[in-house]
């Protein structure tokens, strides 16, 4: 086997592996964006249930435990504290758009997320 090939061998097994973390990341992210898309007030007691789910999972990122632990949390709107970190995920370009997206919707929400929210959510969750 060439040298080549060899590289583009080892590059796809190496890009592979990242290739799924992101694809995990990007539905554990659409799976909130619908929980989100439906929220009124508060999330309901099954979207709940997933939220923390969610966060408790130790396979989640920090980034996507505190995104479903600000949403589960919501009564009408975000907490500072919760606002606070998503404030900071907001900022952080490390993190992924769909992340950071979500992140703006939920810290935005007052009651429901608007027909602009809608259709960021909408875009978030069926990638």
Do not use: C, W
Not at 1 to 8: A, F, N, P, V, Y
Not at 9 to 29: G, K, M, R
Not at 35 to 62: C, Q, R, W, Y
Request: glycine share 4%; hydrophobic share 45%; aromatic share 4%.
């Amino acid at each position: 086997m060439s040298i080549r090939s060899t590289l583009i061998a080892a590059s796809f097994l190496f890009l592979n592996q990242y290739a799924q973390v992101a694809v995990a990341d990007d539905e554990t992210i659409a799976e909130m964006a619908l929980i989100v898309m439906e929220l009124k007030h508060f999330p309901s007691g099954s979207a709940k249930t997933s939220l923390v789910a969610i966060a408790e999972d130790p396979e989640n990122s920090d980034v996507e435990k505190q995104i479903a632990t600000a949403i589960a949390n919501i009564q009408h709107k975000v907490t500072s504290a919760d606002s606070m970190r998503l404030t900071e995920i907001i900022g952080d370009d490390s993190v992924s758009n769909g992340a950071r997206s979500l992140a703006t919707v939920v810290n935005g929400i007052n009651h429901f997320p608007t027909k602009r929210d809608q259709e960021v959510l909408r875009t978030i969750a069926y990638r």
